[in-house]
């Protein structure tokens, strides 16, 4: 009987850990009426992109950070992908610069 309350405490202090650790919550986005096609306030030297809740924004460039959690580093410019050192490995199509780590 003890060994079973423990197993269950164990589990539900573990099970919120591994929603969390693998992404299960959703980010939260705000409706962007008027945002969503707003211009950005610098030119993208590697392209632009959509984030997660559709708005426009700058990608990374070789070597940049990029990923994490809902993209929130950011995301890579075409011609690249962003690889598990949360790096953006290839070759840019805007510039023909590349990163290969």
């Given at each position: 009987?003890?060994?079973?309350?423990?197993?269950?405490?164990?589990?539900?202090?573990?099970?919120?850990?591994?929603?969390?650790?693998?992404?299960?919550?959703?980010?939260?986005?705000?409706?962007?009426?008027?945002?969503?096609?707003?211009?950005?306030?610098q030119p993208c030297i590697w392209g632009e992109a959509r984030d997660e809740c559709g708005r426009r924004i700058c990608t990374k460039g070789p070597g940049e950070r990029c990923g994490g959690k809902f993209?929130?580093?950011?995301?890579?410019?075409?011609?690249?992908?962003?690889?598990?050192?949360?790096?953006?490995?290839?070759?840019?199509?805007?510039?023909?610069?590349?990163?290969?780590?």
């Amino acid at each position: 009987m003890h060994t079973s309350i423990v197993l269950v405490l164990i589990i539900s202090f573990m099970l919120p850990l591994n929603y969390e650790v693998y992404g299960y919550f959703l980010r939260p986005c705000q409706v962007c009426d008027d945002d969503c096609d707003a211009e950005l306030p610098q030119p993208c030297i590697w392209g632009e992109a959509r984030d997660e809740c559709g708005r426009r924004i700058c990608t990374k460039g070789p070597g940049e950070r990029c990923g994490g959690k809902f993209n929130i580093l950011g995301k890579c410019g075409e011609g690249m992908m962003c690889k598990s050192d949360e790096r953006c490995h290839g070759c840019s199509v805007q510039t023909l610069e590349c990163f290969n780590g």
